[in-house]
């Protein structure tokens, strides 16, 4: 019977062990799977940004004009662009500067091409027609610009916002989500996507990256640090992350989904040369460090030279 006792007791501790080791097992293959999908998340985040920035963001905008606008002329339509059927101002770009594709300029010019509906009808007309507009690759305007000022295309493209961004922004927001609770994380994405909005002109991301830059600090005053120093290697890190996809896409020909799982790639590889870099740059300084002082306790154990054999 004490042989039977043990052998279960023994067989139980060795269940018992399995079932541990299976568990913590299967708790690391969790963890790093979340962290790999999170990791992914954050930077198809940012990726996104660029790839869809790349010719101003031309591609989207036309593909989410087929599928999701009709852009048949009407008379509300032909009501906000009155002052450029009249003066053909700004060309291309009029929606900048003639006055009816603004908010307020917009719901003015469809309520008085339509009189005899109820407001509630001038609303559901005008939602439609500045959907429209919103949806094509040169949107709608955030300020009315003089047009005896020569603005360059670049803050003309600034100044406009459409559909295909305000999704970025929103996908941005995936990134921030995913780090919510690192500082340097939220730094890194945001700095990165700071870099590609400014670049290709984006005003939308960028504005919602100043979240996690808020976030970020919060955190930092929070847990009492107060040492901002630390977050200039994740800038940096930011920068060069949206560097190198910047110069994929510029460098690669093709089209916004090449872009994107290009851009994606290139982030994981960057943050992972990133990271054991700064892995082996410790390593080689504290290694270089011992060697240092082996060298030093070595010559102050070296005999002087005698004074004849030293002239």
């Given amino acids: 019977m004490?042989?039977?006792?043990?052998?279960?007791?023994?067989?139980?501790?060795?269940?018992?062990?399995?079932?541990?080791?299976g568990r913590k097992a299967s708790e690391r293959v969790s963890n790093s799977v979340a962290g790999g999908l999170s990791a992914t998340a954050c930077v198809a985040g940012?990726?996104?940004?660029?790839?869809?920035?790349?010719?101003?963001?031309?591609?989207f905008s036309n593909w989410l004009t087929d599928h999701l606008s009709n852009q048949r002329a009407t008379l509300a339509s032909k009501a906000m662009d009155a002052e450029y059927l009249r003066t053909h101002i700004g060309g291309g770009w009029h929606?900048?500067?003639?006055?009816?594709?603004?908010?307020?300029?917009?719901?003015?010019?469809?309520?008085?091409?339509?009189?005899?509906?109820?407001?509630?009808?001038?609303?559901?007309?005008w939602a439609n027609e500045y959907?429209?507009?919103?949806?094509?690759?040169?949107?709608?305007?955030?300020?009315?610009?003089?047009?005896?000022?020569?603005?360059?295309?670049?803050?003309?493209h600034l100044d406009c916002v459409n559909v295909a961004q305000v999704i970025g922004g929103e996908v941005c927001g995936v990134?921030?989500?995913?780090?919510?609770?690192?500082?340097?994380?939220?730094?890194?994405?945001?700095?990165?996507?700071?870099?590609?909005?400014?670049?290709?002109a984006n005003v939308v991301s960028p504005l919602v990256s100043l979240i996690a830059l808020?976030?970020?600090?919060?955190?930092?005053?929070?847990s009492e640090q107060d040492d901002l120093q630390d977050l200039i290697a994740p800038a940096l890190k930011g920068l060069s992350r949206s560097g190198a996809t910047i110069l994929l896409i510029s460098v690669i020909p093709g089209g916004f989904l090449l872009h994107l799982s290009s851009g994606i790639?290139?982030?994981?590889?960057?943050?992972?040369?990133?990271?054991?870099?700064?892995?082996?740059?410790?390593?080689?300084?504290?290694?270089?460090?011992?060697?240092?002082?082996?060298?030093?306790?070595?010559l102050r154990g070296l005999p002087l030279l005698p004074t004849g054999m030293a002239g």
Avoid at 147 to 156: D, L
Avoid at 214 to 222: D, E, H, P, V
């Fill in 2 to 21: 004490d042989f039977l006792d043990a052998w279960r007791q023994r067989a139980t501790q060795v269940t018992s062990g399995w079932r541990d080791a």
């Fill in 46 to 59: 940012e990726v996104y940004t660029a790839a869809l920035d790349w010719k101003n963001n031309s591609e």
């Fill in 95 to 125: 929606r900048l500067y003639d006055g009816g594709h603004s908010l307020a300029g917009s719901w003015k010019a469809v309520s008085s091409s339509l009189p005899d509906l109820s407001a509630l009808e001038k609303l559901g007309v």
């Fill in 131 to 156: 959907w429209k507009d919103l949806i094509t690759t040169r949107g709608m305007p955030i300020v009315i610009l003089d047009h005896a000022n020569q603005v360059s295309e670049y803050f003309k």
């Fill in 175 to 200: 990134s921030i989500y995913c780090n919510w609770n690192d500082p340097a994380k939220l730094v890194v994405s945001a700095t990165a996507t700071e870099c590609s909005g400014i670049v290709f």
């Fill in 214 to 222: 808020g976030r970020a600090y919060f955190l930092i005053q929070k």
């Fill in 265 to 298: 790639v290139i982030s994981l590889a960057h943050g992972y040369v990133w990271d054991k870099s700064n892995e082996n740059k410790e390593a080689i300084l504290a290694t270089m460090k011992g060697c240092l002082g082996n060298l030093q306790n070595g």
